[in-house]
């Protein structure tokens, strides 16, 4: 006897309750189900109101999605920075340019003056340090200071991955300047990002090994999806 396999290892029995179309695997196929008690089991904690809300009159159906449903993913750019960059040489992100500048040489004081403060470097201006490990943590703060495009991690063997902010399949444009060997962006390790499954609150998605129920409008960035699995 057919079952639904879902959390924690629990099941139900579904031989009455799903009565699926002949040709299940016509990507036009219908699921020929009452909806709510999908519902009920894919989301059993979501109160009745809701549940009578949700049922849409275009949605007493299931509507067949060959590849299943999508979790919106970001994209992301592995920067290698193993040495320290030369003056001029840049980090470009999206339309956020950083270029890398020497501390600043500070004529001396007066005899008996106050000392002469350094003037701050620009916003898109990081100080090169002593060592590639200053130099990494003034990139850090930089792009964690001005960035609207990334989240950008901790240094890692000279390595930290920077990650879009928003979701979707638009990739990261990333470049450098750093002529060291080694050092910059990789393309073998750029990942681009997915757009995840749209779907109206209320609809019912569904292929050979999963039923999924929209509790909440998705949209390429968002998702909000409850599942049950087929199982053997």
Request: aromatic share 8%; hydrophobic share 40%.
């Amino acid at each position: 006897m057919r079952k639904i396999r879902y959390e924690k290892d629990k099941s139900v029995q579904i031989s009455d309750l799903l009565r699926a179309r002949r040709n299940l695997e016509d990507r036009f196929a219908e699921f020929d189900v009452e909806i709510k008690d999908i519902i009920k089991l894919v989301a059993p904690e979501l109160p009745v109101d809701f549940l009578a809300s949700a049922l849409k009159p275009e949605f007493t159906k299931g509507a067949y999605l060959k590849d299943g449903v999508k979790a919106p993913v970001n994209a992301t750019a592995t920067l290698t920075m193993a040495n320290l960059p030369k003056d001029g040489e840049t980090i470009t992100i999206g339309d956020e340019v950083y270029t890398f500048s020497p501390s600043p040489t500070l004529p001396e004081a007066p005899e008996g003056g106050d000392p002469i403060e350094p003037t701050p470097l620009a916003d898109f201006v990081v100080e090169i340090g002593e060592t590639i490990g200053e130099t990494q943590t003034n990139l850090i703060t930089e792009i964690e200071k001005l960035t609207d495009l990334v989240t950008i991690g901790t240094f890692a063997q000279d390595a930290v991955v920077i990650t879009c902010k928003t979701p979707g399949a638009l990739k990261i444009a990333t470049t450098s300047t750093l002529s060291a060997e080694g050092d910059g962006f990789g393309a073998e390790t750029t990942a681009d990002g997915v757009d995840g499954t749209v779907a109206i609150q209320g609809e019912i998605l569904f292929n050979e090994t999963s039923v999924w129920f929209c509790y909440k409008d998705s949209t390429a960035e968002e998702g909000y999806f409850k599942s049950i699995s087929f199982g053997a």
